[in-house]
C-alpha cells in the first residue's frame, strides 16, 4: 500500500509538471522519476542536445532527459522506450502483440497524436483520428508496413490480452477489404461492421486513404488478425481496454 501511495504521488508529480512545460502528460504513467540538476551542470539532454538544468526526468536506466523532448520522442517514434538504452519507460500494459513475420511491432498506450506515424517502418501519417482520438482506454498497435502483403490466408499479428478487450481493425478503403481477401475472414471470423468514423492517413501511390471499421469483442486470451493482401499497408489496429482496468 505504501508503494502503491508513492507510486500515485510520483504520477501526479510528473503529471503537474508535464501541465507547466506544456505538454500533454502522456508520460505520467511511465517510470520515471523528478530530479533537479545542479546550477553547475554541464550535462546535456541527449534529444536536444541542451544543457539540462532545473528539474528534468530521470529513467529508471539513470539517463536524464528534458520531460518535453521524451514526449516529442515518443510521438515522433512511437515507442516507450529510453533513447537511448531501449529499456521500457512504461509499465507493463495488459495486451501485448507478436508479428508472424518477426518484423517490429508495438502496442502503445495511446492513441497517436494528429501527424503521428501510423506505421514503424514508413512514414505515413495520421491526418484525422476521427472517433479514435474521443474514446477513452484506447491503445495502437504500431505495426510494420511492411506486413500488409501477408496473405488474408494467414495469421499476420497475434494479440495476447489479459484483459476483455475490444478490437477495432480500420481498414485503408472499402477496396482493401472487398478485393485482398479479408472480407471472408471478417465475416467467418464474427468482425461486424462498426458505426465508428475511422482515421484519414496519408500514403504512396494513392495519397489519401479512409475506410471502414470493423469490431468485435474478445476475452482474455491470443486473438489472431489475419493478413489483408495490401502492399500499401496492413490496416491498423486499435484496442479498447474495459472501464475496470487500471493502467
Not at 16 to 28: A, H, K, N, V
Request: with cysteine.
Amino acid at each position: 500500500a505504501a508503494a502503491a501511495r508513492a507510486m500515485e504521488r510520483v504520477r501526479k508529480a510528473l503529471l503537474s509538471f508535464c501541465r507547466e512545460q506544456r505538454t500533454s502528460g502522456r508520460l505520467q504513467d511511465w517510470q520515471l522519476s523528478l530530479e533537479e540538476m545542479p546550477a553547475d551542470c554541464s550535462e546535456e539532454c541527449p534529444i536536444c542536445l541542451v544543457t539540462l538544468s532545473g528539474h528534468v526526468a530521470k529513467t529508471q536506466c539513470g539517463h536524464y532527459f528534458h520531460m518535453t523532448c521524451l514526449e516529442r520522442n515518443y510521438a515522433e517514434s512511437g515507442r516507450a522506450t529510453c533513447p537511448l538504452c531501449r529499456q521500457p519507460l512504461r509499465r507493463p500494459l495488459p495486451v501485448t502483440a507478436r508479428a508472424t513475420s518477426g518484423r517490429p511491432i508495438e502496442v502503445l498506450d495511446a492513441v497517436p497524436e494528429r501527424r503521428g506515424k501510423c506505421y514503424l517502418d514508413r512514414d505515413y501519417r495520421f491526418l484525422l483520428l476521427g472517433d479514435f482520438a474521443k474514446l477513452p482506454r484506447m491503445l495502437y498497435v504500431m505495426t510494420s508496413c511492411q506486413d500488409g502483403i501477408t496473405s488474408a490466408s494467414e495469421v499476420m499479428w497475434q494479440l495476447e490480452t489479459s484483459v476483455p478487450v475490444t478490437v477495432h481493425l480500420n481498414f485503408r478503403s472499402k477496396e482493401h477489404v472487398q478485393f485482398s481477401g479479408a472480407s471472408g475472414w471478417l465475416h467467418q471470423r464474427g468482425w461486424r461492421q462498426s458505426s465508428l468514423t475511422g482515421t484519414a492517413s496519408s500514403g504512396v501511390p494513392d495519397g489519401l486513404a479512409w475506410g471502414p471499421v470493423y469490431s468485435q469483442a474478445f476475452g482474455p486470451g491470443t486473438v489472431d488478425l489475419m493478413g489483408s493482401s495490401c502492399s500499401h499497408g496492413p490496416y491498423f489496429v486499435f484496442v479498447q481496454l474495459p472501464k475496470d482496468n487500471n493502467r
